[in-house]
């Protein structure tokens, strides 16, 4: 599997966590009854507007990743990022909570969760709920982060967040059409197997840093930081 094909399906497996998380956003948006069409606009725009910002963010990342790789520390990056990966599993899997992340993380919604009311009925306000929806905390959207720093350029790290939020697309509109029947018949506990999901992808980085010359699982490093994905 390509570092971009992981990419989607990461953010197709992942969507769970999402519908869990947003689903109940995308069920109060206020859509146009009647005409089909302007509905599926408005579910497309909002959409639109979430992805961008997951691409701006991939872009930040890859900036940051790649700027770190032209000094020839991209193993080490993929290393770090895979262990904390990893760590970060391991801590959620055993159920622990750091109330100062907790609180951090409330500061960090409360605003934006302030601005979404806000725009939620006001002309124009599906592309900017989605853009706030997008920057809320979320543990799926910090992994693909963390794996878009990883790309070898800065347009790679967005099109990793790109291809990431497209993958959630299915889920997310799914959400929107029939979110009461969803939530009445289908019950995901995502806090279960997201810590797995962690562990899996930190030890997909921690491989992928020890530069053993396995094709898409682990390939070459070199000190330039090019990677030979074969």
Same mark, same amino acid.
């Given at each position: ?8 399906f ?5 969507s ?10 995308? *069920? ?6 009647g ?6 606009v !408005?579910?497309?725009?909002y !959409?639109?507007?979430r992805?961008? *910002? ?7 990342? &890859?900036?940051?990743?790649?700027s *770190?790789?032209l000094?020839?520390? !991209?193993?080490?990056?993929?290393? =770090? ?12 899997l055993?159920?622990r909570?750091?109330? =100062? ?6 500061r ?5 969760? #302030? ?7 006001? %002309? ?14 979320c543990?799926?959207?910090?992994? =693909?982060? =963390? ?7 800065? !347009?790679?790290?967005?099109?990793f967040?790109? +291809?990431?939020?497209?993958? $959630?697309?299915?889920?997310? +509109?799914?959400?929107? $059409?029939? &979110?009461?029947?969803?939530? #009445?018949?289908?019950?995901?506990? $995502? ?11 930190? &030890? ?8 053993l ?5 682990? %390939? ?6 090019a990677?030979?994905?074969?």
């Amino acid at each position: 599997m390509s570092y971009h094909t992981l990419a989607f399906f990461m953010g197709l497996f992942g969507s769970l966590h999402c519908v869990a998380m947003c689903g109940p956003l995308m *069920v109060a948006l206020p859509l146009s009854h009647g005409a089909r069409w302007k509905v599926g606009v !408005q579910l497309l725009v909002y !959409q639109v507007g979430r992805v961008s *910002v997951y691409t701006l963010l991939g872009l930040l990342v &890859g900036a940051l990743g790649n700027s *770190v790789g032209l000094r020839g520390w !991209q193993q080490f990056l993929s290393l =770090a990022s895979g262990l904390l990966l990893i760590g970060i599993g391991i801590f959620t899997l055993w159920g622990r909570h750091v109330p =100062a992340v907790a609180r951090m993380q409330e500061r960090v919604a409360a605003p934006l969760t #302030r601005w979404i009311g806000y725009w939620l009925y006001r %002309p124009g306000g599906y592309l900017v709920v989605g853009c706030l929806n997008g920057l809320l905390p979320c543990g799926m959207v910090y992994m =693909a982060l =963390a794996a878009a720093l990883n790309a070898d350029s800065v !347009q790679g790290g967005g099109l990793f967040m790109l +291809l990431f939020g497209l993958g $959630t697309w299915p889920a997310m +509109l799914l959400t929107a $059409t029939m &979110g009461s029947f969803l939530k #009445r018949h289908i019950r995901v506990n $995502t806090a279960r197997w997201l810590p797995v999901f962690y562990l899996l992808m930190g &030890g997909w980085f921690v491989l992928r840093g020890a530069n053993l010359d396995i094709p898409m699982l682990s %390939p070459l490093i070199y000190p330039e930081g090019a990677i030979l994905c074969g």
